[in-house]
């Protein structure tokens, strides 16, 4: 089913690497005009110059750097990239893994700081673009998640991350319960293990940092597909083209406050644990899950 997007115009959130950038070729390539946003330009120019390779014009791509961290710079990307009109959709990409290592050691300034890039940025930009969505009656806001907040035990010496992505998908049901019949939609999206470089950056970490469970953990999820078999639990899925991943039925929207997981590779999905994405507009171009470890967040009456 093809998906077109002309009209609209998508900012996508640490757009200069990963599933960013893939999510941003993807909604260029339907049409939409897209706003990408991360820390480093020299990353942006690399996705603006793969968004011009495939044939999108260079009038539907902007590059807006800026710290999603810093409050003061948070708010002048949000001028900047409204100066130019609404927001439709709203892809909340960017994290941080950050702080690794026993909780007993973590400062308070490295907890905030994790907050900020992975709870109250998302929050703060939604809150921008939401006048606009409502103004329209039609907006798609998708907080990129991960599948540790539904088991938050399976990453030792990583509570920040765990504890922030909780966070996001409770952000997320509250406020789309808060949204429902304005015609906006909020989703969470767990696109699964991804090889991109927040996994080699967890690799590259020396076992006595960040707990020899969690480091074997990341090795093992890098293990190479044998030879013939499909790619299935346990092996990292590709970056390169999760296109489809947050696209497909997007503007039909018929639900909202839901959690879809996915690895973007690897075999169909059963017909129950498809219907989920699909309903909420985040259809996955692939899936490498079983239908029980695909996880539903219900809205709230």
């Given at each position: 089913m093809a998906t077109d997007f002309t009209g609209k115009t998508a900012l996508i959130t640490g757009a200069g690497r990963g599933i960013g950038r893939a999510i941003a070729l993807g909604l260029g390539g339907a049409?939409?005009?897209?706003?990408?946003?991360?820390?480093?330009?020299?990353?942006?120019?690399?996705?603006?110059?793969?968004?011009?390779?495939?044939?999108?014009?260079?009038?539907?791509?902007?590059?807006?750097?800026?710290?999603?961290?810093?409050e003061e710079d948070r708010g002048r990307v949000a001028v900047a990239v409204l100066a130019a009109g609404r927001i439709d959709i709203l892809i909340n990409n960017a994290a941080t893994v950050e702080p690794l290592g026993p909780t007993i050691g973590i400062a308070s300034a490295d907890l905030r700081l994790a907050f900020e890039v992975n709870v109250v940025a998302p929050a703060a930009l939604t809150a921008a673009v939401l006048p606009g969505m409502l103004d329209?009656?039609?907006?798609?806001?998708?907080?990129?998640?991960?599948?540790?907040?539904?088991?938050?035990?399976?990453?030792?010496?990583?509570?920040?991350y765990a504890t922030t992505k909780a966070a996001l998908?409770?952000?997320?049901?509250?406020?789309?319960?808060?949204?429902?019949?304005?015609?906006v939609t909020v989703n969470a999206y767990r696109p699964g293990g991804v090889d991109t470089a927040m996994q080699a950056w967890i690799r590259s970490q020396a076992p006595e940092r960040i707990g020899a469970g969690l480091h074997r953990w990341a090795i093992r999820r890098l293990a190479a597909r044998p030879p013939g078999r499909r790619r299935h639990r346990g092996y990292l899925g590709r970056q390169h083209r999760p296109?489809?991943?947050?696209?497909?039925?997007?503007?039909?929207?018929?639900?909202?406050?839901?959690?879809?997981?996915?690895?973007?590779?690897?075999?169909?999905?059963?017909?129950?644990?498809?219907?989920?994405?699909?309903?909420?507009?985040?259809?996955p171009l692939r899936w490498a899950v079983r239908a029980s470890s695909v996880s539903k967040v219900s809205r709230m009456p």
């Open positions: 049409g939409a005009r897209v706003i990408v946003l991360a820390r480093t330009e020299g990353q942006l120019e690399e996705t603006r110059d793969l968004l011009r390779a495939q044939g999108v014009p260079a009038g539907r791509i902007s590059v807006v750097p800026g710290d999603l961290a810093d329209a009656g039609w907006g798609r806001v998708v907080n990129v998640s991960s599948g540790i907040a539904a088991a938050p035990a399976g990453m030792v010496r990583g509570n920040a998908e409770a952000h997320t049901v509250n406020l789309a319960a808060e949204l429902a019949g304005t015609g296109r489809r991943g947050l696209m497909r039925g997007a503007r039909r929207g018929y639900l909202t406050a839901r959690t879809s997981m996915s690895l973007m590779s690897g075999s169909r999905a059963s017909r129950s644990s498809a219907t989920l994405p699909r309903a909420a507009g985040i259809w």
